[in-house]
Every structure is written in structure tokens, then in C-alpha cells.
């Protein structure tokens, strides 16, 4: 079954967890779906960095993608995949996850936000 796109994810999943992260790696927004898929408030994450849902063995393959995505606005994944995330409790959970840059006013890349579902 083909993983949806970030718009796809968004209208048919209209609830689903959003995430901003800047250039660095840092939450910057997170919503209700991403506390009730990882269960960590808003306040626990933002000004943190990402990788807290990130399991450890993904870590360095995360950052590489992450850099390279911020860097260029071009990802080497598909339009989304499948990938685990980390709960709150250490749980690791299935998510579909969907990207796409986010940019500041002169077009310059600024981060990425992302959209999640369990999978």
C-alpha cells in the first residue's frame, strides 16, 4: 500500500501529529496528535531537539537526511514512509511519516514540519 503525501496525510487526517523543527533540529510547534501519538506535551518538547522521538539506532541516519533536506529542500526518501518513533515511556511506536520544508519570507529554507499517523 502506497504511504501518502504530505497534503494527502493532511486532509484525510485531519488530526494527525504536526511537527516543526528549525534548521537545527529544534521543536518549534508541536500539536495535540503528535502529544497523543508520543505522549509528551507541547512543553516537554518544544526547544528540544527532534531526535527525543527518535530511536537511538535511527539517530545518525535521521540527521544525515535532516541536514541534507535543510540544505538542499531535496530528501532522498519517498514523499513518506514508515519509520518508528519513541514514546514518552520508551515505547517504540509505527509511524507514516510525510515532510516537506518550511521557509521564511525571502524563500530561504527555515526548517521542516512534518506529518504523522500511526502506522
Known amino acids: ?4 503525501s504530505f497534503r494527502q496525510l493532511l486532509v484525510s487526517h ?3 501529529a504536526r511537527v ?8 518549534r510547534s ?3 496528535g503528535a502529544q497523543k501519538i508520543f505522549g509528551f506535551s507541547g512543553s516537554e518538547v518544544v526547544g528540544k531537539k527532534i531526535e527525543l ?6 539517530r545518525a541516519k535521521h540527521w544525515r537526511g535532516f541536514f541534507q533536506f535543510v540544505r538542499t529542500g531535496t530528501s532522498a526518501l519517498p514523499e513518506s514512509l514508515v519509520s518508528d518513533g519513541l514514546t514518552k515511556n520508551g515505547e517504540r511506536v ?3 511519516i510525510a515532510v516537506r520544508t518550511l521557509r521564511d519570507p525571502s524563500g530561504r529554507i527555515s526548517g521542516i514540519e512534518a506529518a504523522m499517523i500511526p502506522a
Open 1 to 4: 500500500m502506497p504511504t501518502p
Open 14 to 16: 485531519p488530526h494527525c
Open 20 to 27: 516543526q523543527v528549525d534548521r537545527k533540529g529544534v521543536v
Open 30 to 32: 508541536w500539536n495535540a
Open 53 to 58: 522521538i527518535i530511536p537511538n539506532e535511527l
Open 94 to 96: 509505527a509511524v507514516v
